[in-house]
């Protein structure tokens, strides 16, 4: 082949290529700017865990032990306690609580399995995405970071509505 015909054929292909670029420029972005633009998730989105409280502010948890036993993962640790005192001075629900409530997402796999075998609703994920640390050891998440009274919610990002079909966003058009 010559030297004219490849560069009639590279420049065809060139110009194959530019067209389907410059088709979609006109188009709507997907691209989300975050952090500057909050992430929207979907409310069935699986973040990181919150341990819930009664209406008194009261740990659902009883230190069951479900939940680790149906985390396939093996990376929720507990340690149970006793508070004997009267409802309105304990820390939980029942007398018996989570006095330790470990979550090491380096293992954790987002399955929900712990969610679904518990039998206080005590846990649920969260929406929280944002668990990139600097230190392995830092992915180890105690109560103070799992309890909703405590977790501190991010500012990037919003739960869509219900009936808001933000797949579409991501969908070709
Ligand atoms: S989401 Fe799955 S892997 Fe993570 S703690 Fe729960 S059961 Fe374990
Ligand atoms: S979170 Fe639920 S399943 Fe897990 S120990 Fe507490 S009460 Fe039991």
């Not at 082949?1 to 590279?10: F, G, H, L, N, T």
């Not at 420029?25 to 699986?46: L, S």
């Not at 470990?102 to 206080?120: H, L, M, Q, S, T």
């Amino acid at each position: 082949m010559s030297i004219i015909s490849d560069i009639v054929e590279s420049t065809k292909a060139i110009i194959k290529g530019m067209s389907v670029t410059f088709s979609k420029i006109p188009k709507e972005k997907w691209t989300v700017q975050y952090p500057d633009e909050p992430v929207t998730v979907q409310p069935r989105y699986r973040g990181q865990h919150l341990l819930h409280v009664d209406e008194n502010g009261k740990e659902k948890c009883v230190a069951c032990f479900l939940c680790a036993a149906a985390c396939p993962s093996d990376c929720i640790y507990i340690v149970a306690a006793d508070d004997p005192r009267p409802y309105e001075e304990r820390v939980g629900v029942d007398n018996r609580y989570a006095a330790v409530y470990n979550i090491d997402y380096g293992r954790c796999i987002f399955c929900g399995f712990c969610v679904e075998a518990c039998p206080k609703d005590a846990i649920t994920h969260g929406y929280n995405f944002e668990l990139s640390v600097y230190n392995r050891a830092d992915l180890l998440k105690t109560k103070d970071d799992l309890l909703i009274t405590k977790q501190k919610q991010s500012p990037n990002y919003r739960v869509a509505w219900a009936d808001e079909d933000v797949d579409s966003e991501y969908k070709e058009v």
